[in-house]
């Protein structure tokens, strides 16, 4: 995982974390997370729980791998993970752990996901589709959030 990613400044990305699926040879499901934190508090919890997840990774069945990545003056983050599947995918939010964690923040955070098949596993198409969703306003976001930027449209 040489390439640069595209991402503005602004934008931290964590080091790509493979799973045991590390050299899918056909079509992968890509699946993009953005959430908007509504605290710095809220933000960082949420980050250090990312974090803790994404030890798992190594041994979650389908996951070919995932990056983990912040815009912490907005309050966002999120991950652009790799799977063999979209039933691995889905298998991953079912996992108990991962459903506990999404129960506990229901209602304190908005999430938006972007996702999609892909042909191959190509990293810079990954990044490419993945930055309109980094680089672009939180689509969720609502009038008066500290995280809106000004004149953005928050439909």
């Given at each position: 995982m040489t390439a640069t990613p595209p991402f503005s400044?602004?934008?931290?990305l964590m080091p790509w974390k493979p799973g045991p699926?590390?050299?899918?040879?056909?079509?992968?499901?890509?699946?993009?997370?953005?959430?908007?934190a509504t605290?710095?508090?809220?933000?960082?919890q949420i980050y250090r729980e990312g974090l803790?997840?994404?030890?798992?990774?190594?041994?979650?069945?389908?996951?070919?791998?995932?990056w983990l990545w912040g815009r912490p003056a907005q309050l966002r983050g999120g991950s652009i993970s790799v799977w063999d599947s979209e039933r691995d995918m889905r298998r991953f939010?079912?996992?108990p752990v991962h459903a506990r964690i999404m129960r506990a923040w229901r209602g304190r955070?908005?999430?938006?996901?972007d996702s999609w098949q892909a042909g191959r596993f190509d990293i810079e198409g990954v990044?490419?589709?993945?930055?309109?969703?980094?680089?672009?306003?939180?689509?969720r976001a609502r009038r008066g959030d500290a995280s809106a930027s000004p004149g953005e449209d928050r439909r």
């Open positions: 400044e602004g934008t931290v699926s590390v050299d899918p040879a056909g079509t992968v499901f890509v699946s993009v997370t953005d959430f908007l605290s710095e508090k809220d933000v960082q803790e997840l994404g030890e798992t990774w190594p041994v979650l069945q389908g996951a070919v791998g995932v939010v079912r996992w955070v908005r999430v938006v996901t990044w490419a589709r993945a930055g309109r969703t980094i680089d672009g306003p939180h689509r």
